[in-house]
T-cell receptor, first 110, second 115 residues
Framework: AQRVTQPEKLLSVFKGAPVELKCNYS??????LFWYVQYSRQRLQLLLR??SRESIKGFTADLNKGETSFHLKKPFAQEEDSAMYYC????????????FGTGTQLKVEL | NAGVTQTPKFQVLKTGQSMTLQCAQD?????MSWYRQDPGMGLRLIHY???????DQGEVPNGYNVSRSTTEDFPLRLLSAAPSQTSVYFC??????????????FGPGTRLTVT
């Protein structure tokens, strides 16, 4: 069975500081990895996926199969980045069934 | 488009009562699913459906039933509510396809308290 681990419940950084939200997974096949974000009083929404190799709102994430990690990074945190971030995994051929991590609350302080 | 809608937004039940959480989407998505969100546990998949008439169990299906009679609707039924079912419930939908998977769209959630 697959598992997603986000070791930090809360990450607090100052505005302008770099951000790294950690995500590790365990899965024997080739998964798809995603980051979903939930801003205050908004719906959970997709931030980015590893297969797109894109930068969204300044965030990037690289899939490291050797370390089974998919850490989310941003060089300079903004106040509007404060939110709950979830790492999620979809198994090989599993289509749309997501396994989520427990989430990390990011707080950007002025 | 309204996207994914859920009703009610809040609900309080007594132990043993039954109820149905409603979920609808207007994006013609084949795939729909229900998750529950509990503190410190993230979101866990309860049931999912890959199309009308087809449903399957997720990680935590006990105590819940689902059906999918139309593409648009995917109700979640609590047969006999228990305090352990106190949670926030999210419905999600997406197109169904082989990898890479499509983005899932989430509803606003239903906050359920069982006393």
């Amino acid at each position: 069975a697959q598992r997603v681990t986000q070791p930090e419940k809360l990450l607090s950084v100052f505005k302008g500081a770099p951000v790294e939200l950690k995500c590790n997974y365990s899965y024997s096949g080739s998964p798809e990895l995603f980051w979903y974000v939930q801003y205050s009083r908004q719906r959970l929404q997709l931030l980015l996926r590893h297969i797109s190799r894109e930068s969204i709102k300044g965030f990037t994430a690289d899939l490291n199969k050797g370390e089974t990690s998919f850490h989310l990074k941003k060089p300079f945190a903004q106040e509007e980045d404060s939110a709950m971030y979830y790492c999620a995994l979809s198994p090989t051929g599993g289509g749309n069934k997501l396994t989520f991590g427990t989430g990390t609350q990011l707080k950007v302080e002025l | 488009n309204a996207g994914v809608t859920q009703t009610p937004k809040f609900q309080v039940l007594k132990t043993g009562q039954s109820m149905t959480l409603q979920c609808a989407q207007d994006m013609n998505h084949e795939y729909m699913s229900w998750y529950r969100q509990d503190p410190g546990m993230g979101l866990r998949l309860i049931h999912y459906s890959v199309g009308a008439g087809i449903t399957d169990q997720g990680e935590v299906p006990n105590g819940y039933n689902v059906s999918r009679s139309t593409t648009e609707d995917f109700p979640l039924r609590l047969l006999s509510a228990a305090p352990s079912q106190t949670s926030v419930y999210f419905c999600a939908s997406s197109y169904k396809r082989l990898p890479p998977s499509y983005e899932q769209y989430f509803g606003p959630g239903t906050r359920l308290t069982v006393t």
